[in-house]
Structures are given as structure tokens and as C-alpha cells.
């Protein structure tokens, strides 16, 4: 199992647990497990309303893609360490990583 964390808008934090084989992005494993993220367009990154921010976490997943930056571009709140969940696929390297989440619900 690759264990991590979720920071909601509110600041609690709550533990996930996602099995080491699955194929999914973090946009699909927050509403799988019922955190609250529109991501309206379906994880193309084309609306940017899975914005997540890494907290904790390998250096690698605090970069951006172009895509990303493209969309992260329009957002008020977005920082260096911003990204979009439809964007991150899950890893085994993503073991302790804290991410919080970002924009409305």
C-alpha cells in the first residue's frame, strides 16, 4: 500500500491508503475517496479545479508540467509548489507525501 496524506481546505488532515498496483491519477483517488474536488473537466487538464498543493513530498512532484503551468497560470492562489491532481499519477515514490487541497469545493 502507498500511504498519504490529504490536507482539506478546513486544515484536517486525513490518511489514504492506496494499493501499490492501481492505475489512477490523485484527481481520481480524492473523489474516490470523498474529499471534494470539482475537477470539472474531467482530468485533462484543461480547468484546473483539482489544484492541489504539495507540501511534503519528493522534489520531482513540486514541478509542473507546461500544461499544468499553462492552466496554473489563471489561478490567484497558485504557487511554485502547485500542481493539478488530474496530473500526478500515482507511484510508489508518493509513499508519505502531504498534499493540500486547493480552490472551491
Avoid: W
Wanted: proline share 4%; with cysteine; net charge negative.
Amino acid at each position: 500500500m502507498i500511504n498519504i496524506t490529504i490536507e482539506d481546505r478546513d486544515g484536517s488532515r486525513r490518511p489514504v491508503e492506496i494499493p501499490e498496483d492501481i492505475s489512477l491519477s490523485l484527481m481520481e483517488i480524492l473523489k474516490a475517496s470523498d474529499h471534494h474536488v470539482l475537477a470539472t473537466c474531467g482530468g485533462m487538464a484543461l480547468c484546473a479545479t483539482c489544484h492541489v498543493q504539495v507540501l511534503e513530498g519528493p522534489e520531482k512532484y513540486f514541478h509542473a508540467t507546461s500544461t499544468e503551468l499553462d492552466m496554473l497560470d489563471t489561478l490567484p492562489d497558485a504557487g511554485y509548489d502547485s500542481r493539478l491532481a488530474c496530473q500526478l499519477r500515482i507511484s510508489k515514490d508518493m509513499e508519505g507525501m502531504v498534499f493540500r487541497i486547493r480552490g472551491e469545493a
